[in-house]
């Protein structure tokens, strides 16, 4: 089992990072960016190692909208191509990583970057934006949530990830499958559930954010609870629900937008008077919460990275 340090840095953004070395297809692709461990994995490698150059400790694969059958609809490939492609995102990761830690003099003084096989929830791949919502869960039993689950973890945990990351789950009836099957059938890998939320309190079904992590903490193989794909605004008031009942081997993860708002009627994000006070800004709040792993999600590049590294380092 990993030692994890008391405070690490999560990357940031995948499709919007990689829509600025001008891949035009990278958010508009059904697979949101997966697609590109097969067409395109050098741009995968190299969204890892600015991320790691930038400071991150933890770098999440390019697999949140990967699946079985979504690389098998969208790629038009084989079973066996759909989980050599999980397996590979992980293999780009682990490459950029270790040619990142070959540079680096001074390795005993630091930590040694990992990987997180980054999952996420059922009803991303609907392409219906019912990660945000969670209402799917309602349609679909808990043996069928595990069943699409444990084809992902398999592939992702045969590659040697460090960690599971699942990310933007909207639903803690669906965050109670993940944890059970990982309970019954992965022991020995550890991971960490982030939740989507629509507000300062709730997740995006309605249940507290308080009320997940109290559900969650008898699964040991959950290290970590945290929000992403929100307002940074509203981390530091989830959090503060929760700080009391998290005990000290557990963390607290945040790695929300960058604040800018989705304009879904122009199809684009927003800026300028749309756009909130910069995430790094936030950092020194959430560190003063006991939030222990920071990162960032949508429109939060290599850039953003650094300055939470200049202000988690301060």
Known sequence: MITWPKNLILDGGLTTTLSSYGITDAESNPLFGAHLIETNPDAIYRLHLDFLEAGSNIIETATYQGSIKGFKQHL????????????????????????????????????????????GPYGAHLLDGSEYTGDYVHKITDSQLKDWHRKQITQLVAANVDI??????????????????????????????????????????????????????????IVGFGVNCCSPRIVEPLMKSVIDIVPKDRYLLAYPNSGEE??????????????????????KGWKSLGVNWIGGCCRVNPRDIRLIHREMSS
């Open 76 to 119: 038009n490939v084989s079973d066996r191509r759909a989980e050599e492609l999980l397996r590979e995102g992980v293999n780009l990761a682990q490459r950029a990583k270790r040619d990142f830690w070959s540079g680096i003099d001074d390795k005993a003084a630091k930590f040694e970057p990992k990987i997180a096989g980054s999952l």
């Open 164 to 221: 599971l990351g699942f990310d933007t789950f909207p639903s803690l009836k669906e965050a109670l499958c993940v944890a059970t099957l990982l309970n019954s059938e992965f022991k020995d890998v550890s991971a960490w559930i982030s939740f989507s939320s629509k507000d300062e309190i709730n997740i995006a079904d309605g249940n507290s954010f308080k009320t997940c992590v109290q559900e969650l903490l008898p699964f040991k193989n």
């Open 262 to 283: 989705w304009l879904a009627k122009d199809c684009r994000w927003g800026s300028g008077e749309e756009k909130e006070t910069p995430i790094h800004t936030f950092i």
